[in-house]
C-alpha cells in the first residue's frame, strides 16, 4: 500500500507562516527571509523521506524558487500549509519524472557517508510506494533508480530485455506519480 | 548554490505582488467573450435568417450547450491553476454536461429517413467550413487561458489543460453558433463534437506545456 502523503505543514508554526507569507506579500523582506529559512528545514525533512538524499538539497532550492516565483497565487485569507504542501507534492512529482531522463550514477564504494538515517528512511518510503507497482516494473526502478545498474545489467539480472527494462521504468514511474496524486486528491 | 544565499537572494529586493484574484481572472475572460462576439458579429458574419433561427429549440440548444461547456470549463481552468484545487471533479461534471448534450439532441433530433437523406443533411463541405471556423475562433480564448494558467500554478497540468482545451473549444463553437447556417441536430452533434474536438487535443497538448512550473 502507498504511504500516506499529506503533508502537515505548518502544523507547529502554521500561524506564523500565514502571517509571515501575508507580509510577504506585501513586499516585508525580512519576515519574507525568516519565512524561506524555515521552509527549508521543513522541506528538507519532507524530502528526506521521500526522495534518494542526493536529490534533496536540488528539491528544497526547486520549491523555495516555485513558492517565490507562484507567491501570488497564495491567498492570504487561507492557511499556508495546504499551499505548501501541494506545491511541494507537485514538485516530489516532478522529481520522481525527472529519474525516467536522468541517467542514475553508481556511487563509489569508497564515498564517505556521514549518516544513513535519512537514506534509510527514504528507502523505506521509496520502497512502500514501489510494493504498488507490478513487480517487474518495481524491480527495474530498484535496479537502474536506486541502486545505479545500468540498464543492460538490469536487463542480464532480470531476465528482461533491454527495451523492456526501459518501457518498465517509464511506466512504473508513471504510475508512481499516479499514485501520489490519487493520494493527494483523496486528502 | 547554497540554500542560504538562495533565501538571501530571494529576499533581497522583495517586491509587493498583487494576489490572484478568480474573480478578476473571471471577469476577463467575460469581456474577451463580449469583444470576440461583437467582432465576429461586427464583421458581418451573422446567418441572416437569425430572427427565423430563434425560433428553432435546436438553436438554443447549441447556443447553450457550448456557452455551458464554455463557461465549466474555463472555471474549471482558472480555479485548478492554484496549487490547492484539482480539476478533476469539475472535468467529470463537464463529461456529464457533454453526455447529456448529446442525448438531448438526439431527443431533439426526431426524423430521420436514408442514408441519401443522412449524407446531404450532414452537408460535409459546409461542416468543413464549420469546423475551420470553429477552430479560428477558439484561439484567443486559447491565448487567454494560456497567459492565465501560465501565470497561475496548476498542480495537476494535464487536468487543467483539458479543461482549458474543453473551454476554449465550446468557447469558439459558442461564437461561431451566431453564424452558423444549419439548426439540424445530427449535423450540429457532428460537425461541432469534430470541431470541438480537434480544438480540445490541440489545446490539452498545447497548454499542458504552459502549465509547466
Same mark, same amino acid.
Given at each position: ?187 | ?92 461534471? @463537464?463529461?456529464? =454536461? @457533454? ?80 453564424? =452558423? ?14 470541431? =470541438?474536438? @480537434?480544438?480540445? @487535443? ?12
Amino acid at each position: 500500500m502507498a504511504p500516506t502523503v499529506s503533508a502537515k505543514a505548518g502544523d507547529t508554526s502554521g500561524h506564523d507562516w500565514d502571517r509571515m507569507m501575508a507580509a510577504a506579500l506585501v513586499g516585508d523582506a525580512n519576515a519574507y527571509r525568516t519565512l524561506l529559512a524555515e521552509l527549508a528545514l521543513w522541506l528538507r525533512r519532507y524530502y528526506a523521506r521521500r526522495l534518494p538524499p542526493s536529490m534533496t538539497e536540488d528539491a528544497v532550492q526547486d520549491v523555495l524558487l516555485a513558492i517565490h516565483e507562484k507567491r501570488h497565487t497564495y491567498d492570504p485569507a487561507r492557511p499556508f500549509g495546504p499551499w505548501l504542501a501541494a506545491i511541494a507534492r507537485y514538485k516530489w512529482i516532478d522529481r520522481l519524472r525527472s529519474l525516467k531522463t536522468d541517467a542514475a550514477e553508481p556511487l563509489d564504494e569508497n564515498i564517505g557517508v556521514p549518516d544513513h538515517g535519512d537514506a534509510v528512511i527514504a528507502g523505506s518510503t521509496f520502497q512502500q510506494l514501489l510494493a504498488a507497482l507490478k513487480p517487474p516494473q518495481a524491480e527495474a526502478i530498484r535496479l537502474v533508480k536506486l541502486e545505479g545498474y545500468s540498464v543492460e545489467e538490469a536487463s542480464r539480472a532480470t531476465g528482461q530485455s533491454v527495451s523492456l527494462v526501459k518501457v518498465n521504468i517509464h511506466r512504473g514511474l508513471k504510475r508512481l506519480a499516479d499514485i501520489i496524486r490519487a493520494a493527494a486528491d483523496a486528502d | 548554490m547554497r540554500t542560504e544565499s538562495l533565501v538571501d537572494r530571494l529576499s533581497q529586493d522583495l517586491r509587493p505582488v498583487r494576489p490572484r484574484s478568480i474573480v478578476r481572472e473571471a471577469l476577463l475572460l467575460l469581456l474577451l467573450a463580449v469583444v470576440e462576439v461583437a467582432a465576429f458579429l461586427g464583421v458581418g458574419f451573422m446567418r441572416p435568417d437569425m430572427p427565423v433561427a430563434m425560433g428553432a429549440p435546436s438553436f438554443w440548444w447549441k447556443l447553450t450547450s457550448m456557452g455551458l461547456i464554455a463557461v465549466m470549463g474555463a472555471g474549471v481552468a482558472i480555479l485548478s491553476a492554484d496549487p490547492v484545487r484539482s480539476p478533476r471533479r469539475g472535468l467529470r461534471w @463537464i463529461l456529464v =454536461c @457533454i453526455v447529456a448534450i448529446l442525448a438531448s439532441g438526439w431527443l431533439i433530433d426526431a426524423a430521420g429517413s436514408g442514408i441519401a437523406d443522412l449524407v446531404r443533411r450532414l452537408d460535409w463541405t459546409q461542416g468543413l467550413r464549420c469546423v475551420w471556423k470553429m477552430v479560428v475562433l477558439s484561439i484567443p480564448p486559447a491565448i487567454a487561458l494560456g497567459v492565465l494558467i501560465r501565470r497561475g500554478a496548476p498542480t495537476d497540468r494535464a487536468g487543467t489543460a483539458l479543461a482549458a482545451g474543453l473551454s476554449c473549444a465550446a468557447w469558439g463553437a459558442f461564437v461561431f453558433v451566431f453564424a =452558423c447556417p444549419s439548426d439540424d441536430p445530427l449535423y450540429i452533434a457532428v460537425w461541432y463534437t469534430v470541431g =470541438c474536438a @480537434i480544438v480540445t @487535443i490541440l489545446g490539452r497538448t498545447t497548454l499542458i506545456r504552459l502549465a509547466r512550473w
